[in-house]
């Protein structure tokens, strides 16, 4: 997900983009690619006269298929020839069946009938399909974190203790406690995001989406749409300040070590920080 974020935040130069975010729904890039994807299945049902065709597709386009020049003829041609089989084959089902009522009949015949008719229906038994039911998870096994005001894009479970991290649209990180007791609720830590201006801090207002635990449980590493990477301890407390890039930062990792820090950002660089030497 990472990484085809950050492809695709290149290509499309989003860091030169005016657009507000904030005013962007969730998941609007997959609904207008399944909406792309509805289009080319429709052109693969339609006929050129505009009448439905009969041997339409039942299984979905894939995303490759659906960018090729010749998937609609291609494919209009394979279910047209699939439907002159099915034809065919009825066809001579059809005259199969007659010529048998012509034939004599006899007791044993409908008894072989009978028995024949008994078999696929049990074939047809033993092929069906089967479905697993819907399952409900009852409220008490289940646990809703509240309080970011934006949508989260990342979670990240801290490695030694009952801490989870997540980041938000919100410009905030946050940290949950969940090693307390369920009746009294989860306690969260908020992280927030501000930039230096005028000599003070403000909310830089740019979506958190990326984070990582050390290895040892004790620092949350998070990258922003700022361009700043930050380090957190795992009390709240901001511990350093990155920032070297000149673009959002997609994604970060710590080494098995805990001293370094690899990020990679819109700007086509990737960085490895060493934080022991800040």
């Given at each position: 997900?990472?990484?085809?974020?950050?492809?695709?935040?290149?290509?499309?130069?989003?860091?030169?983009?005016?657009i507000?975010?904030?005013l962007?729904?969730?998941a609007?890039?997959?609904?207008?690619?399944?909406?792309?994807?509805?289009?080319?299945?429709?052109?693969?049902?339609?006929?050129?006269?505009?009448?439905?065709f009969?041997?339409?597709?039942?299984e979905?386009?894939?995303?490759?298929?659906?960018?090729?020049?010749?998937?609609?003829?291609?494919r209009?041609?394979?279910?047209?020839?699939?439907?002159?089989?099915?034809?065919?084959?009825?066809a001579a089902?059809?005259?199969a069946a007659?010529n048998?009522?012509?034939?004599?009949?006899?007791?044993?015949?409908?008894?072989?009938?009978?028995?024949?008719?008994?078999?696929?229906?049990?074939?047809?038994?033993?092929?069906?399909?089967?479905?697993?039911?819907?399952?409900?998870?009852?409220?008490?096994?289940?646990?809703?974190?509240?309080?970011?005001?934006s949508?989260?894009?990342?979670?990240?479970?801290?490695?030694?203790?009952d801490?989870?991290?997540?980041?938000?649209?919100?410009?905030?990180?946050?940290?949950?406690?969940?090693?307390?007791?369920s009746?009294?609720?989860?306690?969260?830590?908020?992280?927030?995001?501000?930039?230096?201006?005028?000599?003070?801090?403000?909310?830089?207002?740019?979506?958190?989406?990326?984070?990582?635990?050390?290895?040892?449980?004790?620092?949350?590493?998070?990258?922003?749409?700022?361009?700043?990477?930050?380090?957190?301890?795992?009390?709240g407390?901001?511990?350093?300040?990155?920032?070297?890039?000149?673009?959002?930062?997609?994604?970060?990792?710590?080494?098995?070590?805990?001293?370094?820090?690899?990020?990679?950002?819109v700007?086509?660089?990737k960085?490895?920080?060493?934080f022991?030497?800040?």
């Amino acid at each position: 997900f990472s990484h085809s974020a950050f492809t695709f935040g290149i290509e499309s130069h989003i860091s030169q983009s005016n657009i507000n975010g904030a005013l962007v729904p969730p998941a609007a890039l997959i609904s207008i690619i399944q909406k792309g994807l509805q289009y080319v299945e429709a052109e693969v049902s339609i006929n050129e006269d505009g009448t439905l065709f009969d041997g339409r597709p039942i299984e979905s386009l894939s995303l490759i298929d659906a960018v090729m020049p010749d998937v609609v003829q291609t494919r209009q041609q394979a279910y047209r020839d699939k439907l002159a089989q099915q034809q065919a084959a009825a066809a001579a089902a059809a005259a199969a069946a007659t010529n048998q009522q012509g034939s004599a009949k006899n007791g044993e015949n409908t008894a072989n009938g009978e028995e024949n008719g008994a078999h696929t229906i049990a074939n047809n038994h033993t092929d069906m399909m089967e479905v697993d039911g819907d399952v409900e998870i009852p409220p008490n096994k289940a646990v809703v974190l509240r309080g970011h005001e934006s949508e989260v894009f990342i979670c990240a479970w801290n490695p030694v203790s009952d801490l989870l991290a997540s980041g938000s649209g919100d410009s905030t990180a946050r940290i949950w406690n969940l090693s307390e007791n369920s009746t009294s609720g989860s306690t969260q830590l908020v992280l927030r995001h501000c930039i230096r201006e005028g000599g003070q801090d403000v909310p830089s207002n740019k979506d958190v989406t990326s984070l990582d635990w050390n290895s040892e449980g004790t620092l949350l590493a998070t990258g922003s749409y700022d361009g700043f990477a930050r380090i957190w301890t795992k009390d709240g407390n901001l511990a350093s300040t990155l920032g070297q890039h000149k673009g959002p930062i997609f994604a970060l990792k710590w080494n098995k070590k805990g001293n370094f820090i690899l990020s990679a950002g819109v700007d086509k660089v990737k960085r490895i920080f060493n934080f022991c030497k800040g």
